[in-house]
């Protein structure tokens, strides 16, 4: 059986290092456009805000590495033509074209960085961050830059702009929503990351768009709502990505709103073709209906599945819930579920409290504020989680990932058992206190 793999991201370096794992025997071709695998796109900003040392650092693994599994990676192609009914796949290097047959196909295409469509965007000085040679390209321009515009509030935005106020750069963060990491956080959330951003001296602009960038050959300045003008040696474009469906196209499978359409065994509509990863629909977890989740834990968790799905072995991939988590500074924020807004746009009537508690006993040192915000459907069912603070967000998050998916109300969680000692938690649990507060609320 040869499986070729398009892609040398998450998804699918994954899906060969796990098929490997369950068969010693098949062939496993990987084509990537890039000339590095096997590294972590998240980790960029933090190379770029000096905390990692080196963009070498975050290469986990070679192609030569993977050769030695008998996996066949090969690096700066283009694969130009996918015909499912003969089964190839043609790519084109800097000096050749080739076709090659499968048995099975894998699309672990990823996504492209979305351009916004406004004037002065092919300026020099305009960047965009999809890999590490693009990082390379910026901690480069950082050398001879004084200010920096970061478009586009997400994840990735915030932690560029604050890696590159860490190198001593006047930056601007702008977002034309009204808050910042509108998927993930409710606004009253949100506003307390404006405020530890704003106070660390990084220049917010929400609500306003960027309208066009201004210079001479290079970027000089960005026009925001087509009035106010603010100089930029460097504009980064963190405006999100699209999912790549050009190769899905060709071989047939079924587009969904987003990206290509698969089911729970990473099946396409189209036979022997498989597809992971920031190109696939998946399917939310409270309310069934088709989403994206572009996220690297999610391609990891694909790709496990297919490499069963390809061998045969019983596999399904289970709903999301896009749990997230970040670190901007000292200052940890995490989501999981829906946020209030976005249960009102489902028409779920939620039941939300905010609470603020503490990361530790209040007697022990270095105790630290946390924020928690809890949002519940009419019946009590918890559908979402917001914390911020200075330390121990993730397993709290994780934990209320758990929660959500066991279907648990806030009745079930404030009876349960947690561990507790002073330096690590309060002795009722910070989400105890949480889920305690808005149980209140019903009868």
């Known amino acids: 059986m040869k499986v070729v793999i398009v892609g040398g991201g998450a998804g699918g370096i994954s899906t060969a290092s796990n098929l490997r794992k369950m068969d010693k025997n098949c062939e496993i071709v990987v084509l990537t456009r890039d000339d590095k695998v096997a590294y972590s796109p998240c980790a960029i900003p933090y190379v770029l805000s000096g905390t990692i040392k080196s963009f070498d650092d975050i290469v986990m693994r070679t192609p030569e590495d993977y050769k030695k599994k008998d996996i066949d990676i090969i690096t700066e192609v283009e694969v130009t033509a996918v015909d499912s009914g003969k089964k190839t796949v043609t790519y084109e290097s800097k000096s050749k074209s080739k076709t090659i047959k499968y048995d099975k196909l894998v699309l672990a295409t990823g996504g492209n960085p979305f351009v916004p469509p406004m004037e002065g965007v092919d300026l020099e000085g305009v960047y965009q961050i ?127 709103r987003w990206a290509i359409l698969v089911n729970d065994r990473m099946e396409t509509s189209v036979e022997d073709i498989y597809a992971v990863g920031d190109c696939v629909e998946s399917k939310d977890l409270i309310l069934g209906f088709n989403t994206i989740s572009q996220l690297g834990t999610t391609a990891v968790r694909e790709s496990k599945t297919l490499a069963r799905t390809i061998c045969n072995k019983k596999s399904k991939f289970n709903p999301v819930l896009n749990s997230m988590v970040s670190k901007v500074g000292k200052l940890e924020f995490g989501a999981v579920g829906y946020t209030t807004s976005f249960a009102q746009q489902n028409r779920i009537r939620p039941v939300v409290q905010k609470v603020e508690a503490l990361t530790r006993a209040r007697y022990y040192p270095n105790a630290k504020p946390m924020d928690i915000k809890i949002i519940c459907d009419g019946n009590g069912t918890i559908i979402g989680c917001q914390i911020i603070a200075e330390e121990r967000v993730a397993e709290r998050i994780d934990t209320m990932t758990l929660a959500i998916t066991e279907g648990l109300t806030c009745f079930d969680l404030s009876n349960m058992e947690f561990a507790y000692a002073p330096p690590v938690s309060m002795v009722t649990d910070p989400l105890i206190l949480a889920v305690e507060e808005v149980s209140k609320k019903f009868n």
């Open 130 to 256: 999809r890999n590490i040679d693009d990082g390379i390209k910026v901690q480069e321009a950082i050398k001879d830059a004084k200010s920096a515009i970061v478009t586009g509030a997400g994840l990735i935005g915030i932690e560029i702009a604050f890696a590159l106020m860490k190198q001593g750069l006047n930056v601007t963060l702008s977002e034309m929503m009204p808050q910042i990491v509108p998927r993930s956080l409710d606004k009253d959330m949100s506003d307390i990351l404006v405020k530890y951003l704003e106070m660390e001296g990084i220049n917010v602009v929400l609500g306003k768009p960027i309208t066009k960038l201004i210079g001479d050959k290079k970027v000089e300045k960005a026009c925001f709502d087509d009035e106010e003008l603010i100089d930029a040696d460097m504009v980064i474009l963190a405006t999100g990505v699209r999912a790549e469906l050009d190769l899905a196209r060709m071989a047939g499978c079924e587009i969904g």
